[in-house]
């Protein structure tokens, strides 16, 4: 068995989450949008020794003029060579700043959010509760209007 098909067996089970409503937010036209990017490549900024650990629901707020973030997801699956290529990869953060010199959106957030992609059932309720709202909060206080989520 490969550590691919183990961690399927293990998780393709898990019952996945029903919400009795969805809540919309309308966003202005792109063109007028200030961006966000949700990345759950488990970065760091560059100098940050707190390693992600299983179970930790927690994020990171990555400066959006800070190209110096690190990799630090724990996952023995995960493919590091396409960021170790370009960073744009699993950050597309360069790219949102092309687009928005170009007026193809109104804005690139001040901040974006990481968090470690590799949950584990037992702390969806925490990101669902707690870190999730907190990370939309910092975002919301940033005045974004639409996130680019990168899932790793």
């Known amino acids: 068995m490969t550590a691919d098909s183990g961690i399927r067996a293990n998780v393709g089970e898990i019952p996945t989450p029903e919400f009795e409503s969805t809540p919309v937010a309308a966003a202005p036209p792109l063109a007028e949008a200030r961006v966000a990017i949700v990345t759950t490549a ?59 010199a170009a007026g193809e959106i109104g804005s690139v957030a001040n901040q974006h959010i990481s968090f470690m992609g590799a949950q584990f059932d037992a702390t969806f309720s925490t990101m669902l509760l707690d870190s999730g709202p907190a990370a939309a909060r910092v975002l919301k206080d940033d005045g974004v209007d639409v996130v680019l989520l990168t899932p790793i």
């Open 42 to 100: 488990g970065l760091r900024v560059a100098g940050d020794v707190n390693y992600w650990q299983p179970t930790d629901a927690s994020f990171t707020v990555l400066p959006g003029s800070d190209r110096d973030v690190q990799l630090s997801h724990f996952s023995p699956n995960f493919d590091r060579v396409g960021f170790a290529a370009d960073i744009n990869v699993v950050y597309p953060v360069d790219r949102l700043d092309e687009m928005a």
